[in-house]
């Protein structure tokens, strides 16, 4: 088992990541107030997954309530949410019960925003199921639903005890999950760590072919580099808002075409494009380090473009973004492979000309 930190003084957790800790139950209940627990699941996830985590756990003593969700980020608003409340109520969960998050970024956005609300908020453990979620949405403590208008517009930072992710559940995760994952990966290479960016050019086919040592290797990296972001700036008042290279883009793809229609990595990873695109328009990239993302990004089996949703409603629905201030876009670009920036010197034009340099049609 390896394990990082997330930096936060009194607010400091442990992320653990090894093959086969879903096992570990003595892992979890360490860091349990109470021996009281809400497990929070997917239809999906629960067959695999949760009767064996529940049973453990009641072994060690815990009282436990089951919350299976439906599947899909369709379902990441406030209908499931008021779900989750109702059963804990039901239940008659306290201040006491800690929510665990057992599935992907969905469960665990879902679950993180329950827990940070009932009762004004109560204790949080992050059980990532999917390789995103095990590098990117279990670390840092943001929590959310979708509104039909924007994406993850609604919701609190609350951070958890601990992220235990279990590299054996990547075992059973559909491929197109697995790539939609890799788009974060190849997020922290490009933004602030070229030395991955080049190790993950060499490295892709043996994550595609779910390597257990490369994959483990990868996961720590990007926590790694995540937890570094999110010790310096947990609130997301500077550097932190690096990690959203190609959502800004993306987020626009998944509400334009409906939530769940392109996986978030998938929107991610056509942004990125778009985002390395406007870099080169305003002499930050060359064309040969545009080639270069594109053909790590193609190699992982996701998209370099977008849908032809028309620039004009990229932009509508790009100036919904938390990042806008004082009415400007402001969006995450490349300064270099490696480097990236926050920046509002593009124009709507400039802006228009590299979306439509990357939509297909
Ligand atoms: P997801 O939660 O929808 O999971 C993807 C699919 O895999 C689902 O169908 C799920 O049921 C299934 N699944 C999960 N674990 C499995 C397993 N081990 N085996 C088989 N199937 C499994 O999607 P995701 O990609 O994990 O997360 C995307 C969400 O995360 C988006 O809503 C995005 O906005 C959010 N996100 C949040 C943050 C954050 O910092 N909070 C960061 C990045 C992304
Ligand atoms: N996924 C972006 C962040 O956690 O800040």
Redesign the pocket.
């Known amino acids: 088992m390896r394990t990082l930190t997330v930096a936060l003084d009194a607010r400091s957790y442990p992320i653990h990541i090894g093959e086969g800790l879903l096992a570990r139950t003595e892992l979890v209940a360490a860091h349990l107030k109470a021996p009281l627990a809400a497990i929070v699941c997917?239809?999906?996830?629960a067959p695999?997954?949760l009767a064996d985590f529940s049973k453990a756990l009641r072994e060690l003593g815990v009282g436990l309530t089951e919350i299976v969700l439906p599947?899909?980020?369709e379902h990441?608003n406030w209908r499931t949410l008021n779900h989750i409340f109702d059963r804990l109520l039901e239940n008659r969960c306290e201040r006491a019960t800690t929510i665990i998050a057992l599935?992907?970024?969905?469960?665990?956005?879902l679950a993180?925003f329950a827990a940070a609300t009932y009762q004004r908020g109560v204790p949080f453990i992050q059980i990532?199921?999917?390789?995103?979620?095990q590098v990117?949405?279990?670390?840092?403590?943001?929590?959310?639903i979708?509104h039909p208008l924007g994406?993850?517009m609604i919701?609190a930072f609350w951070q958890p005890l601990l992220v235990l992710a279990d590299t054996a559940?990547?075992?059973?995760?559909?491929d197109r999950?697995l790539r939609?994952?890799l788009a974060?990966v190849i997020k922290y290479g490009l933004i602030r760590d070229l030395p991955f960016l080049e190790w993950l050019e060499a490295n892709i086919e043996r994550l595609l072919a779910r390597d257990n040592e490369a994959l483990t290797y990868a996961i720590e990296r990007s926590c790694a580099n995540k937890a570094e972001v999110v010790a310096e700036d947990e609130r997301e008042s500077g550097v932190r808002a690096l990690?959203n290279l190609g959502?800004t883009f993306g987020?626009a793809i998944?509400a334009g075409l409906g939530?769940g229609e392109w996986?978030?990595?998938e929107a991610?990873a056509a942004g990125t494009a778009m985002a390395a695109e406007l870099s080169r328009r305003l002499g930050w990239l060359t064309e040969a380090d545009c080639r270069r993302i594109a053909a790590l990004l193609g190699r992982a089996g996701l998209p370099t473009a977008g849908p032809a949703l028309g620039a004009e409603r990229y932009l509508e629905l790009m100036a919904l973004d938390k990042k806008v201030a004082a009415g400007k876009l402001r969006l995450v670009l490349l300064r270099r492979l490696g480097e990236g920036a926050l920046s509002d010197t593009a124009g709507s034009a400039e802006v228009c000309a590299a979306i439509e340099a990357c939509c297909h049609g």
């Open positions: 997917n239809e999906t996830v695999l997954y599947d899909g980020e990441k599935g992907g970024g969905v469960i665990g956005d993180g990532p199921t999917t390789l995103l979620a990117d949405s279990s670390v840092g403590g943001k929590t959310g979708n994406k993850n919701g559940t990547l075992k059973t995760l559909p999950e939609a994952g974060e990690l959502h987020h998944e939530y996986l978030h990595g991610v």
